[in-house]
């Protein structure tokens, strides 16, 4: 049901719906890296003898700020880009294997490039 609702709205925003999704996987993502980034910090200051990893990740743990950057940068910059850039490139490409593996080449190229 939630499938069929969010494929609704990949048709009738498709620009919504696409950042959206980018905003949440971003600020996921960012979180699980904060998780491991304080759990390999904890398991490297054990000079104290106790056991950090016990202690739950939480608030105290989570920089809220560098999330709002991240999903910031990921939702106003990068996906706009790559969504404009995904559009042009299927214009020229059919969709096919080889019009994928072209796209990715293109886009490979022009990234090395700039």
């Known amino acids: 049901m939630a499938w069929r609702a969010y494929q609704r709205l990949l048709r009738a925003r498709p620009w919504t719906a696409n950042l959206a999704t980018s905003a949440a996987v971003m600020f996921t993502a960012d979180t699980i890296a904060q998780y491991l980034q304080a759990r390999k910090s904890d398991e490297s200051d054990e000079s104290d003898g106790e056991n950090h990893l016990s ?41 096919s294997l080889t019009g994928s593996l072209a796209k990715t080449v293109v886009t490979a190229l022009v990234g090395v490039c700039c």
């Open 55 to 95: 202690q739950p990740f939480g608030p105290d743990g989570f920089n809220i700020c560098r999330s709002v950057v991240m999903v910031s940068w990921n939702t106003f910059i990068f996906s706009p880009f790559f969504l404009t850039w995904y559009r042009v490139m299927d214009r020229f490409f059919k969709p």
